[in-house]
């Protein structure tokens, strides 16, 4: 699947729940299905800054694409961080690097987007991005 | 409400009625009716501070202390007169003796900075406590820094209570000022000021207090408890943001220098030589927040309308059936339990991240803080993260308590 195409998979699932308590509780469910960093990667370099919880990710690169691993202290961020690693893992570089993510805002999450929440989200997307642009590079040489 | 209506405690029909006073709870989050627990943050204001900001810049926008037009003897008759009400409301001796800062920080940072360049050499201690917030280390840390002083902290026992043997320990003639907060931010814990005081002056030093979570909670009197500096913001007294009050006895603030320079401060300006205003313009560079530190005047006026004393009374019930509601939920430890104590209530429950259960009350309309409330040193010591942190305020109500202990028990299930 294309980026678009994972991403729109999440919006319909999202439109299924009326109550906010749905909602949060896939979130959470998210949370538990996401490919967990490996413990020897847990390391404060890996470490996204958010105000308040804390979330590590690592990009393992294979076979031209990239794969992602993560985890993070709160509950519910790990589940926005596992639907951000199931959005754009197992892409190419350059899909990602060039990639609209607009879900986050389509759920009605937006809110974790805003500097207010701090929870690493949009940091965690720079980090990505960054990712990509860097195997990128290496490719091209 | 006036304070006319109010000559006992308040009652509940006194709270639904002072709620009426503050728009912003009538607002609805997330499609429920908002039930506002971070009062320490920030508090919400009455309409009579809403009202006084709208008339100023309707009526007679101007600037103060220069013009000799209407407008601008309007302003500046009105800028002063709120000064008086902040004399009045914490009992100083003079006028002249309040400061208006950007606010709390501000203040904190004139005395360290101007207070640190008279006072302070190599080899000089300044004291603060294990509690206090980032505002009253780091202003310290950099004059110490800047002078070769050094900062001595007064440790705290595991509810939440300053070790005052520690304190008499490290208070030796080379500690040059005490600067100590009132309440604490993050665990609600009421420091024994009085006393704190006594003992200092015993040695000739100083004490400046973080009054930032105290002069909403419970009257002050800076001459009986003969404070020598108190810092404090005027958005959580219900007034405007960006408006403070700095105190400083007379005979402190004559013998320091300005801290900023700029219009308003001066008595006369050559290239040569500048001569400083007189107290309290000395420490007032600048064109000021004017229609703030007005509508602080009206934030006074509407606290002395209801009463410090029923505010006082009213907040310690609410915390006291708070404190015990909460206490009820399984898994719920407390982050602070000191015997005196007013305004916040700190949590965690089970080893749910307080991230987590912060976002799960939002959705329930709740509003609280989470995370270390500018206070990561004293969250180090309890080896936390954070914790959750209900913080009250008069205008709540035992219903929303028990909507908070709802949202949490709600909260838990799903995190579970």
């Known amino acids: 699947m294309t980026i678009k195409e994972k991403q729109d998979e999440l919006i319909d699932t999202f439109s299924l729940f009326d109550e906010w308590t749905d909602k949060y509780e896939h979130i959470i469910q998210m949370g538990k299905d996401l490919p967990l960093i490996d413990a020897r990667y847990k390391t404060d370099d890996r470490l996204i800054r958010g105000c308040q ?10 076979d031209g694409k990239l794969y992602f691993t993560a985890d993070s202290d709160a509950v519910i961020t790990k589940g926005l961080v596992s639907m951000v690693v199931d959005v754009l893992s197992g892409q190419t570089p350059a899909a990602i690097a060039a990639a609209d993510i607009y879900f ?26 960054a990712y990509a642009l860097a195997y990128q590079a290496k490719e091209k040489q | 409400m006036t304070g006319s209506d109010l000559h006992t405690a308040l009652s509940p029909l006194d709270i639904e009625k002072i709620r009426l006073d503050f728009p912003i709870l009538q607002t609805r989050v997330h499609g ?27 009526e007679y926008n101007s600037n103060v202390h220069r013009g000799v037009h209407y407008l601008s003897q309007r302003a500046t008759e009105a800028y002063e007169l709120s000064r008086k009400k902040l004399a009045a409301y914490i009992h100083a001796s003079h006028d002249h003796e309040l400061i208006f800062t950007k606010g709390t920080t501000n ?4 005395v360290s900075n101007s207070f640190g360049r008279a006072f302070l ?11 206090e917030h980032h505002s009253n280390i780091v202003p310290w840390q950099l004059i110490c820094e800047e002078k070769g002083a050094s900062l001595k902290v007064v440790p705290i026992n595991d509810k939440g209570e300053l070790d005052m043997e520690a304190f008499d320990q490290l208070l030796t003639p080379k500690v040059k000022i005490v600067a100590i907060t009132y309440v604490s931010n993050s665990l609600g814990t009421v420091n024994p000021i009085s006393t704190i005081v006594q003992k200092a ?33 005027a958005h959580k007294m219900y007034g405007p943001t960006g408006i403070g009050v700095l105190y400083g006895k007379e005979k402190w603030l004559n013998q320091m220098p300005p801290f900023e320079g700029g219009g308003d401060m001066i008595k006369t300006v050559t290239f040569s030589k500048t001569t400083f205003n007189e107290l309290p313009f000395k420490f007032e560079a600048g064109t000021p927040d004017i229609s703030g530190a007005i509508a602080l005047g009206a934030a006074v006026d509407y606290i002395n309308g209801i009463g410090i004393e029923n505010i006082a009374q009213a907040e310690e ?53 989470t995370g270390h409330h500018c206070t990561q040193p004293l969250m180090d010591l309890f ?34």
């Open chain 1, 53 to 62: 919880s804390r979330v590590w990710l690592h990009a393992d690169w294979k």
């Open chain 1, 104 to 129: 986050i805002d389509a759920i009605g999450l937006r809110n974790h987007l805003s500097l207010t929440r701090s929870n690493g989200l949009l940091s965690m997307l720079k980090q990505i991005k």
């Open chain 2, 32 to 58: 429920k009716p908002l039930v506002y627990f971070d009062n320490a943050a920030t508090t919400q204001k009455p309409i009579e501070v809403i009202a006084c900001l709208d008339k100023y810049y309707t």
């Open chain 2, 107 to 110: 203040a904190i940072n004139l």
């Open chain 2, 121 to 131: 050499t190599a080899g000089d201690e300044v004291m603060i406590s294990a509690m």
């Open chain 2, 201 to 233: 002056h015993a040695f000739g030093i100083p004490v400046l207090v973080d009054g930032a979570q105290a002069v909403q909670h419970m009257p002050i009197n800076v001459q009986v408890l003969d404070i020598d500096f108190l810092a404090f913001s």
């Open chain 2, 317 to 369: 019930q609410l915390v006291g059936y708070a404190y015990e509601r909460l206490a009820a939920i399984d898994g719920l430890r407390f982050i602070g339990e000191a015997a005196h104590r007013a305004g916040a209530i700190s949590f965690l429950v089970k080893d749910i991240h307080p991230y987590d259960m912060g976002e799960l009350l939002d959705q329930q309309g709740i509003a609280v803080r």
């Open chain 2, 383 to 416: 080896g936390i993260p954070g914790t959750v942190r209900a913080s009250f305020a008069f205008y709540n109500t035992m219903a929303e308590v028990d909507q908070l202990v709802a949202g949490i028990e709600k909260a838990a299930k799903m995190l579970a």
